[in-house]
């Protein structure tokens, strides 16, 4: 992925003092976070897996990934929540797999601290997911994003970069970028979930044979090409679910889907859930 395609918007950010009252439960949004901690501890639990926050260290948490979180007492930090609204249909996030956390010795607090005063606007007023995870509230901070000076907007954006930077600098490649003719055959189907892929163009664009590169993107990815590309529409379908009021037919439509019902049924497959069950138990 080129960096410059990089677009982050941001959505929140502050500094939170809580007690005892950061306690959620399988939490997955479209947005990453970022965690600064000043002081105390709290527990964050990823695929069954606990683990533990503790002052100067920063920790990020990628979109789509469901955790949990914990805390027992006094603990203050700084959060950011990032959308990246990708030029290209990929995202940074997509294509790396980020360390969880990382120490802190550049100075990254008084970044956070600097982002906080320059957007006072986007502090949460509560840190429960259920007031600021939701259609509107995404859609609305999106939108005001965008509506800000653009100064203001160059400056945030030069901080979040130079937070990732410090992420980036330990992230590797995810597989499936790894071989340059999947990753030609990746990006065509970042930039086309709407239209009519087929294993036919994909394999032309990777310059092999239909059958070498059925083998080839199962190696380099670990599923078939059909699954993946089933697994980045629904993902996209989740977003447009949580940003934007478009029926479930028009979302379908949007990324190729012709069959309304067979829409339905990959949706459920992939989530577990229906498209109306997923958008319903985000807005309540």
């Not at 478009?246 to 949007?254: D, F, G, N, P, V």
């Not at 012709?258 to 989530?271: A, L």
């Amino acid at each position: 992925m080129n960096i410059d395609n990089f677009h982050p918007l941001i959505l929140n950010v502050g500094k939170a003092v809580l007690h005892a009252d950061w306690n959620w439960q399988n939490v997955c949004s479209p947005f990453a976070r970022i965690y600064y901690i000043v002081k105390g501890e709290a527990d964050v639990e990823i695929d069954g897996i606990s683990h533990k926050l503790i002052p100067d260290r920063m920790y990020l948490i990628p979109p789509f990934t469901t955790h949990s979180t914990k805390c027992k007492g006094l603990f203050i930090h700084y959060y950011i929540h990032i959308y990246d609204d990708s030029i290209t249909g990929n995202t940074l996030f997509e294509e790396y797999d980020f360390p969880f956390d990382i120490k802190s010795n550049h100075g990254e607090e008084n970044l956070f601290e600097r982002l906080c005063n320059l957007n006072p606007s986007m502090i949460l007023r509560r840190s429960n997911p259920i007031e600021y995870d939701n259609n509107q509230t995404l859609a609305r901070s999106i939108i005001h994003n965008k509506q800000r000076s653009e100064w203001l907007k160059m400056e945030s954006r030069g901080i979040i970069f130079q937070i990732c930077s410090r992420f980036l600098v330990n992230a590797t490649t995810k597989a499936v970028i790894k071989n340059e003719r999947i990753l030609k055959a990746t990006k065509l189907i970042h930039t086309n979930l709407a239209g009519n892929i087929t294993i036919e163009k994909l394999a032309a664009e990777a310059g092999i044979s239909q059958e070498y590169f059925i083998r080839l993107f199962r190696l380099t990815t670990g599923t078939t090409p059909m699954l993946y590309i089933n697994q980045k529409r629904i993902e996209k379908a989740e977003l447009l679910l949580l940003t934007t009021e478009k029926s479930i037919r028009e979302i379908a439509l949007t990324l190729g889907y012709e069959d309304n019902s067979y829409f339905v049924r990959v949706f459920k497959r992939v989530t577990n859930t229906t498209p109306s069950e997923y958008r319903r138990q985000n807005k309540q």
